[in-house]
């Protein structure tokens, strides 16, 4: 088996079809291929919807469990996975027609670890008017050879960690034990942090893989909440471990600690637009205190003024951080422009 495509389901019953469908055409024999569906305990008619699908493909398996959120839905679906290579695209975005199939020629071909592809945003209203070959694939197919760690440096940002556009090699994730952390939204974060950091070969590739659902998702981090806020400290914390990682170069160490700021720039931005009360405010920095006891920014003179008040003034360094998110591109990026 070459390729275990694993589809989380949770109450996307309007999505879920034209996910499916779009996986069905890419021109790979469905003998070298499984598609695994982790029914999530969806609570709407997300599973009938599919059911014909499901009747009419022999290398479709389905597992079904109680709600217990994305993180073990994709847990679970790569413990049963007999590919070489794992897919795990969101079950409310589709992929590109005809295109997955380079992109797994090129990773059976050099078996490496990571093959990180391009994706395209378009609304949620303007997908059901794509007409057939749209939207247009990239002229001509160009992967580049790196290590993981020198994809790290050249092409994560924080808030683009997405698990979707990627192939990872199975036994890879099974040698290094990575999984996503049970219980937690923002599970990308941690994980793909890691997963970049230990591989020990990566390809990446200039070609259209993904269709991503713009809207559908829409600034998702403006409705912060008590419970999110706690799964994003956790995120953040996780990722945090990684700077006691052996072997990480002085510049490996650098964007990680770099990434770590933004994403907390991003938590306590978020927090400040939605949470108004002074009391959840302090809520949310100790959550943070207590995920990351070891939370220290030192690149220039301003994080390390907004480290000492985090610890000590923490009222002081959630206006001083606020008023330094505005200005940046976090606004920009958590408003959706």
């Not at 050099?110 to 378009?122: K, P, S």
């Not at 090699?169 to 219980?183: A, C, E, I, M, R």
């Not at 400290?233 to 471990?241: D, F, M, P, Y």
């Amino acid at each position: 088996m070459e390729l275990s495509v694993i589809i989380p389901v949770y109450n996307v019953e309007k999505y879920i079809r034209t996910c499916i469908e779009s996986i069905y055409r890419q021109g790979l024999s469905e003998d070298h291929f499984e598609v695994i569906l982790v029914n999530d305990g969806t609570q709407d008619r997300s599973m009938e919807v599919i059911a014909d699908i499901i009747e009419a493909h022999k290398n479709i398996t389905v597992i079904n469990q109680e709600n217990q959120g994305l993180s073990m839905a994709r847990n679970n679906g790569i413990a049963i996975a007999k590919g070489d290579y794992i897919l795990m695209p969101d079950s409310d975005d589709l992929l590109v027609e005809n295109s997955l199939k380079p992109l797994l020629d090129k990773a059976l071909e050099t078996r490496a670890d990571l093959v990180v592809a391009d994706f395209v945003e378009i609304h949620d209203e303007e997908i059901a008017a794509l007409k057939p070959g749209e939207p247009r694939q990239r002229e001509r197919f160009v992967c580049k050879e790196m290590t993981g760690k020198e994809l790290f440096l050249n092409d994560l940002v924080p808030y683009k960690c997405y698990v979707w556009r990627t192939l990872y090699k199975l036994d890879f994730l099974k040698s290094k034990k990575l999984y996503f952390v049970p219980g937690i939204r923002y599970e990308d974060l941690p994980f793909t942090h890691e997963v970049y950091l230990k591989a020990e070969t990566s390809l990446r590739a200039s070609w259209l893989l993904n269709i991503y659902r713009k809207g559908r998702k829409g600034a998702i981090t403006l409705g912060l909440d008590m419970p999110r806020a706690h799964d994003w400290c956790v995120a953040i914390g996780k990722t945090w471990e990684l700077t006691h990682m052996e072997g990480l170069s002085t510049t490996e160490m650098y964007k990680l600690k770099e990434n770590l700021h933004d994403s907390v720039t991003a938590l306590i931005y978020s927090m400040f637009y939605t949470m108004k009360k002074t009391t959840q405010q302090l809520q949310v920095i100790n959550m943070l205190k207590h995920e990351v006891p070891e939370l220290d920014f030192d690149h220039g003179l301003k994080q390390r003024m907004e480290t000492w008040l985090f610890w000590h003034i923490p009222y002081l360094y959630i206006v001083f951080r606020a008023y330094i998110a505005k200005q940046n591109k976090w606004r920009r990026h958590l408003l959706g422009h």
